[in-house]
């Protein structure tokens, strides 16, 4: 079974932190991705990575960064919290595109 | 227009009854067609998958394809009060998935 393991399920920072989300998948997946859900909007593609160093915007990549320096691991960054960046935040991996996408269990962040 | 559209529900089934969920989709060039199944306050958990060439059937569930139409459908036979969440239809685009907004669904025992 795939795993992917998200660090934090949950986290409480407050505005104008630096905040780390790691996740790391043991499946040897080319492909990693970082949503976040909100009610009422559904999941938000952030960031994605298709190969190690590579990295694409989603569609919400405003106040983000990302970091993928091994293939198992992919880190979400908040450069500067603030409190509309309090979500669920949602790591996954595939084997390549056009594949299913496996989730972490994922993280609660509070920015207060 | 939405690229994946689903009904948000909730869509009410008695137990041991048909549940239907549908999902519209705008990419005619799309491949892969997904459904996810998301309890309350948990990560979405993949249940099907399939693939431009057909339909699929994996114990109760059954995933078809209505490529002309543009829409993919989950059936759920013989529900069950355990089947009770939302359910996320995905499709494929450029490498990404396009995800619907989900359709909560509620079995009465």
């Known amino acids: 079974d795939v795993k992917v393991t998200q660090s934090s399920r949950y986290l409480v920072k407050r505005t104008g932190e630096k905040v780390f989300l790691e996740c790391v998948q043991d499946?040897?997946?080319?492909?990693m991705f970082w949503y976040r859900q909100d009610p009422g909007l559904g999941l938000r593609l952030i960031y994605f990575?298709?190969?190690?160093?590579?990295?694409e915007k989603g569609d919400i990549p405003e106040g983000y960064s990302v970091s993928r320096e091994k293939k198992e691991r992919f880190s979400l960054i908040l450069e500067s919290a603030s409190t509309n960046q309090t979500s669920m935040y949602l790591c996954a991996s595939s084997v390549g595109n056009n594949q299913p996408q496996h989730f972490g269990d994922g993280t609660r962040l509070s920015i207060l | 227009q939405k690229e994946v559209e689903q009904n948000s529900g909730p869509l009410s089934v008695p137990e041991g009854a048909i549940a239907s969920l549908n999902c519209t989709y705008s990419?005619?060039?799309?491949?892969?067609f997904f459904w996810y199944r998301q309890y309350s306050g948990k990560s979405p958990e993949l249940i099907m998958f399939i693939y431009s060439n057909g339909d699929k059937e994996d114990g109760r569930f059954t995933a078809q394809l209505n490529k002309a139409s543009q829409y993919v459908s989950l059936l759920i036979r013989d529900s069950q009060p355990s089947d009770s969440a939302t359910y996320l239809c995905a499709v494929d685009a450029r490498g990404k998935l396009i995800f619907g907004q989900g359709t909560e669904l509620s079995v009465k025992p």
């Open positions: 499946m040897d997946h080319e492909n």
């Open positions: 990419d005619r060039g799309s491949q892969s």
């Open positions: 990575s298709y190969d190690v160093k590579m990295k």
